[in-house]
């Protein structure tokens, strides 16, 4: 099958996009900038497709009562030295979560900063923990997860998550742009994904004793 394009564009390559001015919201003498923290955005895991709900039922924002979550380098929260800044505030926004980014005065908050009004780079990631999902298959059709079975294109969907911290990164997993991740450094995050990865076990062993 031909792919029309571009002249010199190939359906293969990646393209990248850079904002060619400061965002309008940042702020040099507050040290802040505002910024969408995430819309939701399917992502593919390897239990099946992610989608975080967006609704303030949906969201915990109990860590934000104190001095805010903070805002880290790529998930790195082994050191204080990763520590960029603080998210705020938050408020959700035609179907996003948004959020107020403060700088912290040091050499890696001062970077980040930098870098942010430059343009240099613009992109973050989401940590968090889910607490309940919805799942359902590839009509739409709520699947309980006793009866579903691992070849099921199934998508889960996020209805209660905490929000633990805000990340900048390089490159972000949603298409759009507001994006999240789960960071290998925390532990709950890892025993999260292992009940997921159990669930899909027991999937195959349902098939596999189906088949006898």
Known sequence: MTINGPRGWSHDQISTRFLTSAPSS?????????????????????YGT???????EAVDLSRM???????????????I???????????????????????????????????????EICSLSC??????????????NSVDE??????DDLTFEATR???????VVLVPADSMASVRS?????PDYIRNARLRMMTRMRMVERMSSDAK
Not at 26 to 46: K, M
Not at 129 to 140: L, M, P, Q, Y
Not at 161 to 167: A, H, I, P, Q
Not at 182 to 186: E, G, I, N, P
């Open 127 to 140: 940590g968090y923990r889910v607490e309940s999902w919805k799942i359902t298959d590839d009509a739409g």
């Open 182 to 186: 789960l960071s290998d450094t925390a």
């Open 81 to 119: 030295g990763s520590a960029l800044g603080r998210v705020r505030s938050v408020w959700f926004e035609q179907g996003a979560l948004m959020g107020t980014l403060s700088f912290n005065e040091t050499p890696a908050g001062d970077a980040a900063m930098g870098m942010i009004e430059r343009s």
């Open 161 to 167: 998550w905490c929000l633990l911290e805000c990340s």
């Open 26 to 46: 940042f702020n040099r003498e507050t040290r802040s900038v505002n910024a969408c923290l995430s819309r939701g955005a399917p992502v593919r895991r390897f």
């Open 146 to 151: 006793e009866d579903a079975r691992f070849s």
């Open 65 to 79: 009562k104190s001095a805010g979550i903070p805002l880290l380098d790529s998930h790195n929260s082994s050191g």
């Open 50 to 56: 992610e989608i975080l709900r967006i609704t303030p």
